[in-house]
């Protein structure tokens, strides 16, 4: 039977220890009493991240997996734990701000066709990450690659492009990131939790495209601010260069399997090219340069050889509910 409580938050660790006493403060500060359940998921970390939860958040429930299943394979375990009307997955190097939780409660409260919704994501110096996120098409690639984005009035280009903005969007059919997803349960029990095949990567972006492909609807909640360094899990294991060639193998793989590889191959030569072009513009700073040409050679490389778009998940049946 469902619980009366709102709200269950899924947080998975990975080399998480260093970033976890600020979450774990933003938890104990934000969280309203009895009314939000933590699951926190020890997807066999190889530090201590476990232990500084129990210490730091002893009211959280700790689930451990025998070996490193990937962010979906981590969240889909917790999923039976989950009772609530709501579903919050949340990066342990993000932080709530106070109201955030009860904001985006409420924002869902009163958008019954959206599925998954995120708050605004915000770094430390207070620049916005993009989380208005389309599903991939060929024109937009080559409209960025030729530069006739630069021609459109802002309100145009938010609308066609969706290249992150969030103060004009609320309700979309593209794909939100998963660092601090709230999705709505009865969709969850609908559509499936996230695919398991998918060990790193392009989980949220599938999730997403099978809500709206079930006539769900994805959102941002603009009163909601969450802090979120990214990557910093990722960074910790492998160094930023490959976190940046995991982020593109990820996003070709489900691209691949939602459509085609001659498709595929395409979108990454145009965007390989379109990258390279604004990392060689004189206003671009050299910090960002160096990131974007490294990730216009990981689209490049894979046009030539794709990643495998296979899902183990899928060829064992319909979706799952229990992430079985």
């Not at 009860?102 to 990450?129: I, K």
């Not at 939790?193 to 997403?208: A, Q």
């Not at 691949?256 to 206003?283: D, N, W």
């Amino acid at each position: 039977m469902m619980s009366t409580s709102a709200v269950t938050i899924t947080t998975v660790l990975y080399n998480s220890a260093h970033t976890l006493p600020e979450y774990c403060s933003a938890i104990t500060r934000t969280l309203p009493d009895g009314d939000t359940k933590v699951l926190v998921v020890d997807n066999a970390s190889p530090d201590n991240s476990a232990e500084v939860v129990r210490t730091l958040l002893p009211n959280a429930c700790v689930l451990y997996s025998e070996r490193n299943i990937g962010f979906a394979g981590a969240c889909n375990l917790s999923w039976p734990h989950v009772d609530s009307r709501y579903w919050l997955l949340l990066n342990p190097d993000a932080r709530l701000t106070p109201g955030a939780l009860s904001a985006l409660t409420s924002w869902m409260d009163g958008h019954p066709r959206v599925a998954a919704v995120t708050p605004r994501l915000q770094t430390a110096t207070g620049a916005l990450h993009n989380v208005v996120r389309p599903h991939d098409t060929l024109w937009r690639p080559l409209v960025e690659l030729l530069r006739l984005h630069k021609l459109m009035p802002r309100r145009l280009r938010t609308r066609w492009l969706l290249p992150g903005s969030d103060r004009m969007i609320e309700e979309f059919s593209g794909w939100i990131p998963g660092a601090a997803m709230m999705v709505r349960t009865a969709a969850v029990r609908e559509v499936g939790t996230l695919d398991d095949s998918l060990f790193m990567y392009g989980e949220d972006r599938e999730w997403c495209w099978r809500l709206v492909q079930a006539g769900w609807r994805v959102g941002v909640c603009t009163t909601a601010t969450v802090y979120h360094a990214g990557g910093t899990s990722t960074t910790a294991t492998w160094g930023d260069e490959m976190r940046i060639r995991l982020e593109v193998e990820g996003h070709l793989r489900v691209t691949c399997r939602l459509r085609g590889r001659t498709f595929t191959r395409a979108m990454a030569a145009l965007t390989a090219l379109s990258l390279k072009l604004t990392a060689l513009q004189p206003k671009t700073p050299r910090q960002s340069a160096v990131s974007l040409s490294v990730r216009s050679q990981a689209y490049a490389r894979s046009v030539f050889h794709l990643p495998n778009a296979t899902s183990s998940r899928a060829a064992r049946g319909p979706w799952s509910a229990n992430g079985s």
